[in-house]
Structure formats: C-alpha cells, structure tokens
C-alpha cells in the first residue's frame, strides 16, 4: 500500500549547485525482476522493477565499490551526465472480472520527451547554515518501505489527474494510497527522498538509515535532525501511469480500485 522506491543515487553533486533546480526526463532502460539492492544478485528478483538511468546496471552492483557513474558510458536521461540508477515497482492493472495482470503504461511527463520511464528531480534547498553537500560516488539509497502500513503521504504520494488540479507535490489533493476513484488523466506518483545524512556512510544495511526526512517531514524543509546533520539535495521522482484508459464504473468506489503495485500492493 504504501510502497517501495528504490534508487541508486551515484556521483552527480558536482553539477548540481544550491541555486539550480534539475529537471530531467528519463526513459526506459529495462524493466526486470531486478534489484540489486535489496536482492543483490538475485534473478529474478521478488518483484518487478522498472529501472532508467546508467547503462552499467547490473544484478549486483555491489554496495559502495560500485559506482555507476564511473562504471556507464551512456544514460536513458536526457540529463547526460547523470549515469545514475533509478528504479520503481511497476503497476498492474489486475481485472476485477477475470483476474489477469496488464502492465500499466507509462506516458511523457508536461513537455519532457520520455518514453516510459520517469521524471527526476534534484532540488538543492541549501540548509540553514547554507551548506549542501553534494552525493559521493557510491551512495545509495530507498524511500518508502513495501512492508509499511503507514500512511507516509508527505514524501510518498498519488494524484488522481484530470480535475484541474497543480502541480505542488504530496500536499492535501494528493493520497498516500492510490486513488479509489477513476482518473481521467492519469495517475501522478511522487516519491520524495530523504534530504538529511548522517555525514559517514555511503549506505546501511537497511539502505535508509543513514539518511532521514528533515524535521517536517516533506519537500523544502531545511531543518536536518541531530543524527543526520548534512542537507543533500532533495530527490523527488514523478511517475505518470496512463491510467485514464482503465474506465469502467465498476471498478472504483467505494474504497475500490483496480490497481496493483508489482510486491503486491494496492
Ligand atoms: C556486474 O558488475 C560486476 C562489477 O563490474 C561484474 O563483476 C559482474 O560480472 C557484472 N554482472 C553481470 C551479470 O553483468
Ligand atoms: C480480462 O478482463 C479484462 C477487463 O477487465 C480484459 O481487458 C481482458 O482482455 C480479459 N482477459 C481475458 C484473458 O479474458
């Protein structure tokens, strides 16, 4: 439910300064029972995901030696001197009548040219004390946790598009959970990543306590807590799911809906 995002976030701090927001749209690498993160080595994988970025991704990719960024020599970014790792669940339309999986597509995100794939965002909110640090190569990191049931909508969240609504990220018109009603336009997932680290370690073994949320918890804060004093730049990915052409009355409502992440989720 509320569910799983996982990226490698390698070497990119050096471009990115405290004033420039980065914007880029990323297509497609692969899509595979893949995660060399969590099930390093593993194939297949316990579940599918969608992955963009370096070409140098590979099933084990092992923790702190391997830097994607020194290892790939090309990007599915259009932002090309990012050979980093991304990757998310997938989504699947399951049917309500006869209980069949489809992959739901993927479409471009506002203007960006993409096939599939997601939009990344880097936001360089400088600290208090205006310090960011940039990622040193082999950092890696998750947001979200497939085993949690805990609504966490600030940094994980959907938008049911196609009702006029803006584009500010996980604030009160988005949902942790997906959307129970249907969706004209689409479906909007935002994935918010912590912007606070501990200073020392390039991972942990859960892959996320050396980093933490800032004090409010979403986008824009700049407040670190104690444990984890050292604002990096806030990466957010936006996942548009072309989920407008899943209409049929029956299948929303009444805490109802139709889709399935790819570890099981609704
Ligand atoms: C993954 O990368 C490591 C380190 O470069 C390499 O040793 C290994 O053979 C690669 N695995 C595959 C399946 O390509
Ligand atoms: C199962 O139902 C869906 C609609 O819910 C339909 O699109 C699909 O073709 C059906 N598949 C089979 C194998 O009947």
Known sequence: MFWNALAVVALLGQSVSAQNMLRFACSQLTIERADPLVTPGQSPAPHTHQIIGGNSFNLTMEPVNYDPAAKSTCTSCTYSEDFSNYWTASLYFKSPENGTFQRVPQFANGGLQQDGGMTVYYMPYSAKNGKMTAFKPGFR?????????????VSICHRCLGNGEGFAPCDAKD??????????????????????????????????????YSNSGGLGSTSCPTTHPVAIPQVMYEIMWDTGRYKNDAWYGNGKQPFVYSFGDG
């Open 141 to 153: 990191m998750i947001a979200g946790d497939p085993m949690s049931k805990k609504n966490n909508r």
């Open 175 to 212: 949902t942790g959970e997906l959307p129970t009603k249907y969706c004209p336009s689409g479906i909007r997932a935002s994935i918010i990543f912590p912007s606070c680290w501990d200073g020392k370690n390039l991972d942990s073994p859960d892959h996320k306590s050396h980093v933490a």
